[in-house]
């Protein structure tokens, strides 16, 4: 084999912000030639980010329709891929994570047989329907994958425990702090107005972001409703909220979160602003499953709008609480952050369990050794 093509394959926002330092790695390893695939099942959201990695993709799918369901998504990709890979025959394809383009991004490689890789491969929350259709995608993408790059020795672990094959599990660290590490600046400068007058020492400043299809509904009016009695309650903080572009989130949004001076709800912002914001936050609210690794490693309070995460290392560390999505108990958590010293030092400290920078270089290593260009087997401190 002259060189290995690597495809990689990603649709959506926080897969292309763990993906695009993988893509920048593979780019510059000369054994492999490096080829995008994006769904943009995402397509603005994905856009900011390939635009701040500067990647252009090899191949857009495009298949981004407002108020598709998921079965729609997910026809279009297998329909769509079909045409990429007859085109490009990769030898190896690398999906990321649990959306949709991961699952059916490995199965239409399956179908044509070609070897997959599943980047932040064996998370699990133990319930197919909480993170809803995540937890499924990511053990079907684990089904249909032959190397499978654990963040963490607690996935290796949930992975061994379900049958598959050591030699083709690499714990590796989470491409996310690869990504974050590569953002965060002292004394960083907001382009936007909101965000730089902000006063971050006398103001307490909480970022928030939830858009999971679990909460839709009921939960997320506890969350909404729980936000604006603490924005009422608590005058010297600022509440942050940068909203998905899923419209089902803004309607509710507008209904229940507008009218309060210190409660903003802003566009996404590009990750490089957002990043910076959260290391200047105060605590975070959150139902995303990235910020709950990035946020431990700048030291910030975390609170989970969910009943349960599949990423339990930052919960046992102690920087990551789980509060569920009940208004009267996601008001006091946050009261007890906000007006207990002791409490809020206890959860604030910085801790790393799911990565140290160099999770892209360690998944180029096992690609070459697995693929015969280096011959031992890399050996990684990592998570050991
Ligand atoms: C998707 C993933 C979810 C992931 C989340 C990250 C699935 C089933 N869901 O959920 O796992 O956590 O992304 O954000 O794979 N939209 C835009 N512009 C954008 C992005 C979204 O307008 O840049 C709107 C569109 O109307 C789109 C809708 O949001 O149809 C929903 O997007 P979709 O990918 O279906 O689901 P998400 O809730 O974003
Ligand atoms: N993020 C961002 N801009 C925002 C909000 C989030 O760049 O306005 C980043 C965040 O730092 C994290 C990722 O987007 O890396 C999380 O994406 P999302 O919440 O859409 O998905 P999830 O993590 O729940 O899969």
């Known amino acids: 084999m002259e060189r290995l093509k690597v495809m990689t394959i ?26 995008v695939c994006v769904t943009a099942q995402h397509r603005e959201m994905l856009d900011m980010v390939l635009r701040l990695f500067d990647i252009k993709p090899d191949y857009d799918l495009n298949i981004m329709k407002h108020g598709q369901t998921i079965a729609d998504i997910n026809i279009a990709i297998l329909k769509g891929m079909e045409g990429v890979f007859e085109k490009e025959r ?13 699952f059916i991004g490995a199965l239409a490689a399956f179908y044509q047989k070609i070897k997959i890789g599943h980047v932040e491969a064996g998370l699990r929350s133990g319930n197919i329907y909480s993170p809803y259709p995540e937890e499924m995608n990511r053990r079907l993408a684990g089904v249909l994958a032959n ?42 400068c907001f382009k936007e107005a909101l965000l730089n007058q902000l006063d971050y020492e006398e103001k307490r400043v909480i970022v928030m972001t939830c858009h999971r299809r679990e909460n839709w509904g009921e939960p997320m009016v506890g969350i909404f409703k729980a936000v604006r009695e603490i924005a009422k309650s608590h005058k010297d903080v600022e509440i942050i909220y940068p ?9 509710l949004a507008d209904e229940l979160l507008l009218g309060l001076d210190n409660l903003h709800i802003i566009e996404p912002l590009d990750y490089e602003p957002f990043a910076n914001l959260l290391n200047k936050a105060y605590l975070i609210l959150t139902d995303s499953g990235g910020i709950q690794e990035e946020a431990p490693a700048l030291g910030k309070p975390i609170l989970v709008l969910r009943e349960e995460t599949e990423r339990p290392e930052a919960v046992e560390a102690g920087t990551v609480r789980v509060v569920g999505v009940q208004q009267r108990k ?9 007006e207990n010293k002791e409490s809020y030092d206890q959860m604030a400290n910085a801790v790393n369990p799911y990565g140290d920078g ?27």
């Open 10 to 35: 990603f649709g959506t926002r926080p897969e292309a912000i763990k993906m695009a330092p993988l893509v920048k790695s593979l780019e510059r390893t000369k054994e492999i030639e490096s080829v």
């Open 330 to 338: 996601i008001v006091e958590a946050v009261s007890e952050l906000l």
């Open 90 to 102: 990769p030898d190896v394809v690398l999906v990321h994570g649990d959306t949709s383009t991961t």
């Open 243 to 251: 909203i998905h572009m899923n419209p089902s989130i803004r309607v």
């Open 358 to 384: 160099r999770a892209c270089e360690r998944i180029v290593q096992c690609l070459l050794y697995m693929h015969g260009f280096v011959k031992d087997k890399p050996e990684f401190p990592w998570g050991e």
């Open 147 to 188: 190397y499978h790059f654990a963040p963490t020795m607690s996935n290796y672990q949930n992975l061994l425990r379900e049958g598959y094959a050591e030699e083709n599990i690499f714990v590796t660290g989470n491409t996310v702090i690869d990504a974050l590490l590569s953002m965060i600046k002292t004394d960083y």
